[in-house]
């Protein structure tokens, strides 16, 4: 086994002997791959983050069209506007599995005194689950976006029960405090 082992490293040191200098690639040719891997990286970087602009305003249009049909369906309220700004796009919640570990020591010393010592660990790991040659996460959830705020427009906004009545109504429907519905008549 050892000779058939040092015959194997005879053969890879006479390989490398006798390759040509011409294989490997020039500089400059190894510069132009990195900077189209670099390209190719940006491109993706700014198609992710033009998805997710893309996904925040579908969303907030969205939410607009909605609450525009249904406040102009409310007694006194007209030609309603409505302006949604979201948080973030919709959030994923994926399973995990949860470990938690105590461990509670008594220590004592030659001097009489003694020490309790309480060690407690949490480690999660997210649940894979195999599809088809992969593994992917497992998704249990995917919740909604918090609203930042809602700024509506609308005839009739002047009277102070129509106005009230597009704030609790549209606090109701987003689930977002009173205090981030901003409402103002239209002219």
Same mark, same amino acid.
């Given at each position: 086994m050892l000779i058939l082992a040092l015959g194997g490293l005879m053969l890879i040191i006479?390989?490398? !002997? *006798?390759? @040509? +200098?011409?294989?490997?690639?020039?500089?400059?040719?190894?510069?132009?791959?990195?900077? $189209?891997e670099s390209e190719e990286t940006a491109k993706q970087v700014k198609s992710n983050e033009?998805?997710?602009?893309?996904?925040? +305003?579908? !969303? $907030? $249009? &969205?939410?607009?069209?909605? !609450?525009? @049909?249904?406040?102009?369906?409310?007694?006194?309220?007209? $030609? =309603?506007?409505?302006?949604?700004? !979201?948080? @973030?796009?919709?959030? %994923?919640?994926?399973? %995990?599995?949860?470990?938690?570990?105590?461990?509670?020591?008594?220590?004592?010393?030659?001097?009489?005194?003694?020490? %309790?010592?309480?060690?407690?660990?949490?480690?999660?790991?997210?649940?894979?689950?195999?599809?088809?040659?992969?593994?992917?996460?497992?998704?249990?959830?995917?919740? %909604?976006?918090?609203?930042?705020?809602? *700024?509506?427009? =609308?005839?009739? =906004?002047?009277?102070?029960?129509?106005?009230?009545?597009?704030?609790? +109504?549209? &606090?109701?429907?987003?689930?977002?405090?009173?205090?981030?519905?901003s409402v103002m008549p239209k002219n």
């Open positions: 006479v390989g490398n !002997l *006798f390759t @040509s +200098s011409d294989e490997t690639p020039p500089q400059q040719e190894i510069t132009h791959h990195l900077d $189209e033009d998805m997710t602009t893309s996904d925040i +305003s579908e !969303l $907030e $249009e &969205s939410y607009k069209k909605d !609450l525009e @049909s249904m406040l102009n369906n409310i007694k006194g309220v007209s $030609e =309603a506007e409505v302006m949604v700004n !979201l948080e @973030s796009t919709k959030i %994923k919640v994926y399973e %995990k599995n949860l470990i938690y570990g105590q461990q509670s020591t008594d220590e004592s010393d030659k001097n009489g005194g003694t020490r %309790k010592v309480q060690d407690s660990t949490e480690e999660a790991q997210t649940v894979l689950v195999r599809q088809g040659e992969g593994e992917v996460p497992l998704l249990i959830q995917t919740k %909604k976006p918090e609203v930042r705020g809602v *700024f509506v427009v =609308a005839k009739g =906004a002047d009277h102070a029960s129509v106005k009230n009545w597009i704030i609790e +109504s549209t &606090s109701r429907v987003l689930d977002v405090p009173t205090h981030r519905v």
